[in-house]
């Protein structure tokens, strides 16, 4: 079965009492492309982030610092797509999944699409683009 962009792969049961968050449709100008003209004039970039993590500090408390914040993310993502140009959007998404998992300790999953709409294809197309999702690695002595 084929999943789409926007039915997100749900846990496993081993990822019981992670519940998913998302930032959809962070819209960033970037300079990634492998043409010359992208990389000068640079062009639209959208971007999906879901990730998991454990809410049961936050929900118990109701305090920000025992969550993600999500503004956070919202920046380091922009920051990302308007830095270093990459030829492809796979080494772009590779690029914010790493970051993201380095980053927020917090995420234990997390699933990045990004769309390239206006990729010079030529051609009339609705959306191109990669979804990539990664789990954090799970160290050898189990302590994650």
Known sequence: MRLSP?????????DEG????????????G????????????????VDV??????GAAVASDRLDATLCYKRLHDRVVAIIA?????LIETLA???VRTLLAEFAAIEIVR???HKPDAP???????VGITMTRRRPIDRDGAG
């Open 94 to 96: 590779d690029a914010l």
């Open 83 to 87: 830095g270093e140009p990459w030829s």
């Open 112 to 114: 990045v699409t990004v």
């Open 18 to 29: 992670l519940d998913r968050m998302f930032l959809h449709g962070i819209e960033v100008h």
């Open 121 to 127: 294809i030529g051609g009339t197309f609705a959306d």
């Open 50 to 55: 879901d990730w998991w993590l454990a809410t």
């Open 6 to 14: 926007d039915r997100p792969r749900l846990p496993s049961s081993d």
């Open 31 to 46: 300079r990634h492309g492998v043409f010359d003209f992208e990389r000068r004039a640079g062009q639209r970039f959208v």
